[in-house]
């Protein structure tokens, strides 16, 4: 009996930490008092943004729950379409050669680093890179406006109204 309970308990772990292998559902609920004050349908609201007053702040989760959220985010976008969303780790930059549009973002890895995700941001008004934006793979903490956008076939996320905080 408690060789059994040792197993189920190492099995529901490593579906946990592995990737790929299970379908991590981490969903953020803010607490009362801040949840009355931001709705999905609001309008982004830099104000509440430097007051630290997001609804979904992945930056007080650990790598595997971030890995989990942000997994979360993009499969259920309806959820969290409109909602502030507060994220930290290292910039990076991509020029797409056939295009020459340009996407900025904020890599997240779970615990393992084995799995990452990027989270695309645009920032808030008319910006220039490399002018406007630090060197790539500095650790950064952005804040935007949690947005999806088709390209072609293809619908990605990203956080609109940026910044770089």
Wanted: charged share 20%; hydrophobic share 35%; aromatic share 10%.
């Amino acid at each position: 009996m408690k060789s059994i309970k040792i197993l189920s308990a190492v099995t529901v772990l490593s579906m946990l930490v592995s990737c790929g292998s299970a379908e991590a559902e981490i969903i953020y609920q803010a607490p009362e008092e801040e949840s009355s004050k931001i709705s999905a349908s609001e309008e982004f609201d830099s104000v509440n943004l430097m007051n630290n007053q997001v609804d979904v702040d992945l930056t007080v989760l650990n790598s595997t729950m971030i890995y989990g959220q942000v997994y979360e985010m993009i499969y259920n976008t309806d959820e969290y379409t409109g909602k502030s969303v507060k994220v930290k780790g290292p910039f990076s930059y991509y020029k797409d050669p056939n295009t020459g549009n340009e996407y900025f973002s904020v890599t997240v890895s779970d615990i393992s680093a084995c799995c990452s995700q990027a989270v695309e941001f645009v920032l808030k008004g008319e910006k220039k890179y490399p002018d406007d934006y630090p060197e790539l793979n500095t650790e950064i903490t952005v804040v935007g406006n949690f947005n999806c956008y088709k390209e072609g076939v293809y619908t990605y996320c990203q956080l609109t109204d940026a910044e770089i905080l």
